[in-house]
């Protein structure tokens, strides 16, 4: 196709045709036209949060839905992923000046003491990256004073913790058990995954979710968020 | 027609012995040969080219060795060490890797289950680590200890399964810091043959050292003198060898003990999603432990792993005996030869049960090994779910495999007898050959009689009940764990032994954090 007749200018699309080439473009990884599209729309007026939710997160839960279902390759979700931070770069500092929520939520991830196993892990925060969530990877090996310090620095929504060995699984148990002494299982949810884990396992060391792939992670990571923010109005 | 020849009444019908019999007749027990040309799907100048990229990644890009004290054996041995990154030049790599015997024994308990190791030689172990087991009855559930010893007794029983490598199901009722007493303690007692000791902390692989130099009677000389048992370690790819697995490594090498360095290179993971650039990077993670292993205890046997394949680039999940995975470790075989060192690699398949995807990956896997000329086939009988499952029935179906593997191995015999002519003569174009004395002089030995596949005609089968190769493995496994028959081991060593398990537990065993 000659160049001409594939371009497309996107200032000159109106507000709805706009917003439905940016889900396109997030779609097909296009981080130039996410950061472009999101400064026009800001530039017209646009509420940095409806940016976030009716464009980019709306544009990353379609690539999600395809992810899951085996349409879309892991390069293609990581690409649209990096498009979706690109936006959320340009919105983030706009957002924490409002009281509106900088993001979907914030979550703290890592895999445990002893394990170096990070693909899975990796996948999960990528695509929780996607769903809008402000993701810390603390990458893997982490003791529990990790996570604590990280906690204690982020101040997570959720704390991840990924094992996929059965020596290191156990090692979950006592990072929730200190969490607990330390009353902070009261504002924070804990997930859980690795290969060998399921969810009886999941229930036993007292997590609140098991997530056994990516796609399923981050619905139950969108769930957990949902509950803490009616947990915050229940209280005002 | 020929007269039939019987060397006299044998008792009739019930002097048939193949009428009760064992769960399965098997094989006797063997090493076998791998005689065949293996297939290279690199030229020559792909070897060179591999080679030289392999050597560029030693001299420009460097491994990490997450272990000081092994990152600072290689340092004194000339190597340029900055903070964990460890450099090596290729005169070095060569010179080290050349002290690496090209072939080499272990020797069990029981020395009668000695096996080699290189050469055109090939053994099989058993499914090693994985969390989950199943079977036909309970279903897919966590390892425990009575699963656990299931599998050593099917380790045990098949010739086709020459040693006992890691755990072939976790005990997961057994807590992580006593597990690998209990475990080793059960290797050593309900199988004799060479056995494996897992590099996951130095007490784990100091206590699976001592323990089977205890099971074999040996002094501490004798123990060191020549291989016993092994170890296998993988790399954390990409380019990094991290810290237990080092610290066994050098431990093991101290005394004398061979270690299979496997780095686990899944393509568009961990490596580059080319195969031969997966391939590439493996040979550098792996040659550069070997030089480590040649720098401490020079002529320590080593083995070359692979444990290429590719990942569903949908889902990041690893699939194996895929048509990637095969060319990998036949370029992986054309590298093992080029270094003169044995090759290991595996029987993996990424199926959920064991149905016909099992079946043609694990198979897909094994002529890979065969074609490849690998000399240790890791995870040979009970794999399922890409290691994350050992299944009852699957360990039985591969051991069929496994059987069939080795009866494809033996040589082909073309001498005149074998060539038959006067036997063709005899039945000419009218008659048929069961009959004929050249038929009764071999009919029982002249092909592999498989234990489990069903040749019967369909309305034979259907009148049987329809039963599909999971069912009858089903069947077997359970004749098999009946029949199952201890080896024998002197009173007072497995005294000393369960003496030594009971006070390293009351030391503590392997210290964890629960
Ligand atoms: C790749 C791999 C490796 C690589 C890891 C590379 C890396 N950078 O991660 C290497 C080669 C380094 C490796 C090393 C070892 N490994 Co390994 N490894 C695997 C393997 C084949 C695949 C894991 C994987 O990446 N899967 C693909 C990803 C996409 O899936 P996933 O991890 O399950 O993640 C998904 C979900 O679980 C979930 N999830 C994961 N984490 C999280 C976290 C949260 C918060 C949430 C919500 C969800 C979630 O979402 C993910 C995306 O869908 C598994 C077997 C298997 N099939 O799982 C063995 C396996 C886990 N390894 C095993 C073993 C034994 C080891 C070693 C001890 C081997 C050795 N002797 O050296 C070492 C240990 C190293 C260490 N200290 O940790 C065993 C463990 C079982 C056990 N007995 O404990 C297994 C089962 C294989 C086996 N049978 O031997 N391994």
Same mark, same amino acid.
């Not at chain 1, 990256?129 to 809008?132: D, H, I, Q, R, T």
């Not at chain 2, 050593?188 to 060479?194: A, G, P």
């Given at each position: 196709?000659?160049?001409?007749?594939?371009?497309?200018?996107?200032?000159?699309?109106?507000?709805?045709?706009?917003?439905?080439?940016?889900?396109?473009?997030?779609?097909?990884?296009?981080?130039?036209?996410?950061?472009?599209?999101?400064?026009?729309?800001?530039?017209?007026?646009?509420?940095?949060?409806?940016?976030?939710?009716?464009?980019?997160?709306?544009?990353?839960?379609?690539?999600?839905?395809?992810?899951?279902?085996?349409?879309?390759?892991?390069?293609?979700?990581?690409?649209?992923?990096?498009?979706?931070?690109?936006?959320?770069?340009?919105?983030?500092?706009?957002?924490?000046?409002?009281?509106?929520?900088?993001?979907?939520g914030k979550y703290v991830i890592g895999?445990?003491?002893?394990?170096?196993?990070?693909?899975?892990k990796?996948?999960?925060g990528?695509?929780l990256?996607?769903?809008?969530f402000e993701v810390v990877d603390l990458g893997?090996?982490n003791?529990?004073?990790d996570y604590l310090h990280a906690i204690d620095k982020h101040q997570p929504h959720i704390l991840g913790m990924?094992?996929?060995?059965?020596?290191?699984?156990?090692?979950?148990?006592?990072v929730?058990?200190?969490l607990?002494?330390?009353?902070i299982?009261?504002?924070l949810h804990v997930m859980?995954?690795?290969?060998?884990?399921?969810?009886?396992?999941?229930?036993?060391?007292?997590?609140?979710?098991?997530?056994?792939?990516?796609?399923?992670?981050?619905?139950?990571a969108?769930?957990?968020?949902?509950?803490?923010?009616?947990?915050?109005?229940?209280?005002? | 027609?020929?007269?039939?020849?019987?060397?006299?009444?044998?008792?009739?019908?019930?002097?048939?012995?193949?009428?009760?019999?064992?769960?399965?007749?098997?094989?006797?027990?063997?090493?076998?040969?791998?005689?065949?040309?293996?297939?290279?799907?690199?030229?020559?100048?792909?070897?060179?080219?591999?080679?030289?990229?392999?050597?560029?990644?030693?001299?420009?890009?460097?491994?990490?060795?997450?272990?000081?004290?092994?990152?600072?054996?290689?340092?004194?041995?000339?190597?340029?060490?900055?903070?964990?990154?460890?450099?090596?030049?290729?005169?070095?790599?060569?010179?080290?890797?050349?002290?690496?015997?090209?072939?080499?024994?272990?020797?069990?308990?029981?020395?009668?289950?000695?096996?080699?190791?290189?050469?055109?030689?090939?053994?099989?172990?058993?499914?090693?680590?994985?969390?989950?087991?199943?079977?036909?009855?309970?279903?897919?559930?966590?390892?425990?200890?009575?699963?656990?010893?299931?599998?050593?007794?099917?380790?045990?029983?098949?010739?086709?399964?020459?040693?006992?490598?890691?755990?072939?199901?976790?005990?997961?009722?057994?807590?992580?810091?006593?597990?690998?007493?209990?475990?080793?303690?059960?290797?050593?007692?309900?199988?004799?043959?060479?056995?494996?000791?897992?590099?996951? #902390? %130095?007490?784990?692989?100091?206590?699976? !050292?001592?323990?089977?130099?205890? *099971?074999? +009677?040996?002094? $501490?000389?004798?123990? /060191?003198?020549?291989?016993?048992?092994?170890?296998?370690?993988?790399?954390?790819?990409?380019?990094?060898?991290?810290?237990?697995?080092?610290?066994?490594?050098?431990?093991?090498?101290?005394?004398?003990?061979?270690?299979?360095?496997?780095?686990?290179?899944?393509?568009?993971?961990?490596?580059?999603?080319?195969?031969?650039?997966?391939?590439?990077?493996?040979?550098?993670?792996?040659?550069?432990?070997?030089?480590?292993?040649?720098?401490?205890?020079?002529?320590?046997?080593?083995?070359? #792993? %692979?444990?290429?394949?590719?990942?569903? !680039?949908?889902?990041?999940?690893? *699939?194996? +005996?895929?048509? $990637?995975?095969?060319? /990998?470790?036949?370029?992986?075989?054309?590298?093992?030869?080029?270094?003169?060192?044995?090759?290991?690699?595996?029987?993996?398949?990424?199926?959920?049960?064991?149905?016909?995807?099992?079946?043609?990956?694990?198979?897909?896997?094994?002529?890979?090994?065969?074609?490849?000329?690998?000399?240790?086939?890791?995870?040979?009988?009970?794999?399922?779910?890409?290691?994350?499952?050992?299944?009852?029935?699957?360990?039985?179906?591969?051991?069929?495999?496994?059987?069939?593997?080795?009866?494809?191995?033996?040589?082909?015999?073309?001498?005149?007898?074998?060539?038959?002519?006067? *036997?063709?003569?005899?039945?000419?174009?009218?008659?048929?050959?069961?009959?004929?004395?050249?038929?009764?002089?071999?009919?029982?030995?002249?092909?592999?009689?498989?234990?489990?596949?069903?040749?019967?005609?369909?309305?034979?089968?259907?009148?049987?009940?329809?039963?599909?190769?999971?069912?009858?493995?089903?069947?077997?496994?359970?004749?098999?764990?009946?029949?199952?028959?201890?080896?024998?081991?002197?009173?007072?060593?497995?005294?000393?032994?369960?003496?030594?398990?009971?006070?390293?537990?009351?030391?503590?065993?392997?210290?964890?954090?629960?």
């Open positions: 196709m000659p160049d001409n007749e594939d371009t497309i200018i996107l200032e000159d699309l109106n507000d709805g045709d706009l917003v439905e080439q940016m889900h396109d473009d997030i779609y097909d990884g296009l981080v130039d036209e996410i950061e472009q599209g999101t400064k026009i729309l800001l530039n017209r007026g646009w509420d940095a949060n409806n940016v976030l939710t009716e464009v980019l997160v709306e544009g990353m839960r379609v690539v999600g839905v395809d992810f899951r279902d085996g349409i879309l390759f892991v390069p293609e979700v990581l690409l649209s992923a990096n498009a979706m931070k690109g936006g959320m770069g340009l919105l983030r500092p706009i957002l924490a000046q409002s009281d509106n929520i900088a993001s979907t895999t445990v003491k002893g394990d170096i196993h990070d693909i899975g990796n996948l999960v990528m695509m990256e996607g769903a809008g893997i090996n003791s529990v004073e990924s094992a996929l060995l059965t020596t290191t699984m156990p090692y979950m148990k006592v929730i058990e200190e607990d002494k330390r009353g299982l009261k504002q859980v995954g690795g290969a060998p884990l399921n969810q009886e396992f999941a229930d036993a060391i007292n997590s609140d979710a098991y997530g056994r792939d990516a796609a399923v992670s981050v619905e139950l969108k769930a957990l968020v949902g509950k803490t923010q009616g947990r915050v109005l229940e209280a005002m | 027609m020929a007269r039939l020849s019987r060397g006299g009444r044998s008792g009739g019908r019930a002097g048939n012995a193949r009428r009760s019999g064992p769960a399965i007749k098997q094989m006797d027990w063997g090493i076998p040969l791998n005689s065949d040309m293996p297939t290279t799907p690199l030229p020559p100048e792909g070897v060179e080219a591999m080679h030289d990229g392999a050597m560029r990644i030693l001299e420009e890009i460097g491994i990490e060795f997450l272990n000081e004290e092994a990152a600072l054996i290689l340092k004194k041995a000339g190597c340029t060490l900055n903070d964990t990154n460890v450099r090596m030049d290729r005169e070095f790599v060569m010179e080290k890797v050349a002290l690496a015997p090209s072939q080499f024994k272990i020797t069990p308990r029981n020395p009668d289950k000695e096996i080699i190791i290189g050469g055109g030689h090939m053994v099989f172990g058993n499914v090693s680590s994985p969390p989950n087991c199943s079977d036909l009855d309970r279903g897919r559930r966590p390892g425990d200890r009575a699963a656990f010893q299931d599998f050593l007794k099917f380790t045990q029983y098949f010739n086709c399964i020459h040693f006992a490598a890691g755990y072939p199901v976790e005990p997961l009722d057994i807590h992580a810091s006593v597990r690998h007493l209990d475990c080793l303690y059960d290797k050593l007692t309900l199988t004799d043959k060479v056995t494996h000791g897992y590099c996951l #902390g %130095s007490e784990r692989i100091e206590d699976a !050292m001592e323990m089977v130099r205890i *099971a074999a +009677g040996l002094s $501490d000389e004798e123990f /060191a003198q020549s291989p016993r048992m092994y170890t296998n370690i993988n790399s954390s790819s990409p380019l990094k060898h991290d810290w237990p697995m080092l610290d066994g490594l050098m431990r093991m090498t101290r005394r004398g003990q061979p270690t299979i360095v496997t780095p686990f290179t899944l393509a568009g993971a961990m490596a580059p999603i080319t195969m031969a650039g997966a391939v590439m990077q493996s040979v550098a993670e792996a040659l550069a432990a070997i030089v480590l292993v040649q720098c401490i205890r020079p002529g320590t046997p080593t083995v070359i #792993g %692979s444990f290429t394949s590719n990942v569903d !680039m949908k889902t990041g999940a690893p *699939a194996f +005996g895929t048509p $990637d995975y095969v060319r /990998a470790t036949q370029m992986a075989g054309q590298m093992a030869r080029f270094y003169d060192l044995p090759l290991r690699s595996a029987n993996a398949n990424a199926a959920n049960c064991p149905d016909s995807q099992s079946a043609w990956e694990s198979m897909n896997s094994l002529w890979a090994a065969v074609t490849s000329g690998t000399n240790v086939v890791y995870h040979a009988a009970g794999w399922l779910e890409g290691g994350l499952c050992a299944s009852y029935e699957k360990f039985i179906m591969d051991c069929e495999t496994l059987q069939q593997m080795i009866a494809y191995m033996k040589p082909v015999p073309c001498s005149p007898d074998d060539l038959a002519f006067d *036997a063709i003569k005899e039945v000419g174009p009218d008659g048929h050959f069961f009959g004929v004395q050249h038929t009764q002089d071999r009919y029982e030995k002249a092909f592999y009689n498989p234990f489990i596949s069903d040749w019967s005609n369909f309305e034979n089968w259907e009148d049987g009940g329809s039963v599909q190769t999971p069912q009858r493995a089903n069947k077997i496994w359970k004749k098999i764990l009946e029949e199952y028959e201890a080896p024998t081991i002197d009173e007072a060593i497995k005294e000393e032994l369960a003496d030594f398990v009971a006070r390293r537990k009351s030391e503590g065993g392997a210290p964890t954090d629960f």
